[in-house]
């Protein structure tokens, strides 16, 4: 079993950023594609980014220009920064290995 450890959760004002991590075993980390999703309240668990193993990314149409989806192979581990946070970006975020494994979730929460 993988296992996927997030961080960097929070409650934050609009405008504001948060950095979410994600570590993964080395196993596997180095040769999987990661992806963060996001599920809000009432609604379905949607996609928010993914890279590569080789760093090639996607972001999705919603959080282009203010998410960055980044990892570092050396520390196994994968980020997501998240710039001018909006109350529409509060759900609990997802990493997620190689579209198969998933972390147990972190809170963001985004107030005026």
């Known amino acids: 079993q993988v296992q996927l450890v997030e961080s960097g959760g929070g409650s934050v004002q609009i405008g504001e950023s948060l950095r979410l991590s994600c570590s993964a075993p080395?196993?596997?980390?180095?040769?999987?594609?990661m992806a963060w999703y996001r599920e809000a309240p009432g609604k379905k668990r949607e996609l928010v980014a993914w890279?590569?193993?080789?760093?090639?990314?996607h972001v999705e149409d919603f959080a282009k220009g203010r998410f960055t989806i980044s990892r570092d192979n050396a520390k196994s581990t994968m980020f997501l920064q998240m710039d001018n946070l909006k109350p529409e970006d509060t759900a609990v975020y997802y990493c997620?290995?190689?579209?198969?494994?998933w972390g147990q979730g972190t809170q963001v929460t985004v107030s005026a």
């Open positions: 997620s290995c190689a579209f198969t494994y």
């Open positions: 080395p196993s596997v980390f180095g040769r999987s594609s």
């Open positions: 890279i590569t193993a080789v760093g090639n990314t």
